[in-house]
């Protein structure tokens, strides 16, 4: 007789929460009643401006969409050297950064390991170490979301293998100071300097690699350059290490639609940093009206987002009353952010309404 039960799931597989995303605009607007094109979505962090009008075009004109991309990214690895300013044989391209954060623990990481982060902080370095069967140790920043060294150099134990780091912080917008990063590097394990906003502060660890070859810097063309939908995410390193990763990832992770979007972002540089500059005069524009609002505290911020406190137990019915307004921002239900929800830098015209709403809700 056919046995026709299931074979039984890893525990840390089965155990596993489901990471947070966010829904489609046709979703949020069936949930807010409104039509999609009046919907404002700032939950994610994206780029208000798209991409480069030349990606569009760039993409329509290629022609080898039917072959498999290089997988050892050759072409791929020349141009982000020129961004990165690193050689190409220490530098990986990934789908996503996301994908590259789950490379790098697989390579590490086992079950019974370790890793430590700074909380609040991104949520899938948490989510990818529960996929390798590890543990999230988290330590909580201090009453200003600082990175509290000590405690980090505390919690090491002999299982600790990375200690990821965001600079810009999300959701907090604080940027990693230089000298707690060589602190941390200086305790041998594995630092990975998560800079997914790098160009709303221009801070970099990138200088830091020729020095610690324990040092992992990660990009995404997913902010500045308005590829989100694209996926495609960058890692400098030490050599060994790419070598590495390149080894053991699937072979054709980044599609041929990416690569050639990537490409021709870094060919209008200048004009996807004009965008940027745009984005951080209006953060900066936002914080300024958000300092008006009564019962509100924003938190500064070097990235295109705002972290907002807002009353004691009054998180929840904030976050429901924006979106019954057809305004979609970041909350957590849960922790110490269930009193905070972080605004993605929009349109002008989408400042407006958040402050707006804010006002009545807060009041």
């Not at 134990?157 to 707690?180: D, M, W």
């Not at 990063?181 to 800079?195: I, K, N, P, Q, W």
């Not at 694209?230 to 890692?235: D, E, Q, S, T, Y």
Request: hydrophobic letters at 40%; charged letters at 20%.
């Amino acid at each position: 007789m056919t046995n026709k039960k299931m074979p039984s799931m890893l525990p840390y597989i089965e155990a596993l929460e489901t990471y947070e995303t966010y829904d489609p605009m046709e979703v949020m607007a069936e949930r807010a009643g409104i039509a999609p094109e009046k919907i404002i979505r700032l939950n994610g962090n994206e780029n208000p401006y798209g991409p480069s009008p030349k990606v569009a075009a760039a993409l329509g004109d290629y022609q080898n969409f039917n072959y498999y991309p290089d997988p050892g990214q050759r072409n791929l690895r020349r141009v982000l050297s020129g961004y990165l300013n690193v050689e190409p044989e220490r530098i990986v391209a990934g789908n996503g950064s996301d994908e590259l954060i789950d490379l790098l623990l697989r390579i590490y990481v086992g079950v019974g390991d370790n890793v430590i982060i700074p909380t609040p902080t991104f949520g899938m370095y948490t989510f990818s170490t529960g996929i390798c069967g590890g543990e999230t140790i988290s330590v909580e920043r201090d009453d200003t979301f600082e990175i509290d060294l000590e405690a980090m150099k505390s919690a090491i134990t002999s299982n600790s293998k990375i200690i990821f780091l965001a600079s810009p912080n999300n959701p907090t917008g604080n940027i990693v100071p230089e000298a707690q990063a060589r602190a941390l590097l200086d305790t041998g394990l594995l630092v990975v300097m998560d800079e997914a906003y790098f160009e709303f502060c221009g801070e970099t660890a990138i200088p830091l690699l020729s020095e610690y070859p324990n040092l992992v810097v990660l990009r995404t063309f997913s902010k500045w350059a308005g590829l989100a939908g694209l996926r495609i995410g960058v890692g400098a390193m030490n050599q060994d290490l790419a070598t590495t990763m390149m080894a053991m990832k699937p072979p054709y992770n980044v599609n041929l639609a990416a690569e050639v979007a990537v490409t021709t972002s870094l060919e209008d540089t200048s004009g996807l940093l004009a965008r940027v500059t745009q984005i951080v005069e209006e953060r900066d524009r936002m914080m300024e009206k958000l300092k008006q609002v009564t019962n509100l505290t924003a938190w500064p911020s070097q990235a295109n987002f705002i972290l907002c406190q807002v009353p004691d137990g009054r998180g929840k019915e904030i976050f429901d009353g924006l979106c019954s307004r057809g305004i979609f921002l970041r909350y957590w239900s849960n922790g110490r952010l269930k009193n905070f929800i972080r605004t993605s830098i929009g349109l002008p015209h989408e400042t407006d309404a958040v402050v707006e709403a804010f006002r009545e809700l807060c009041a």
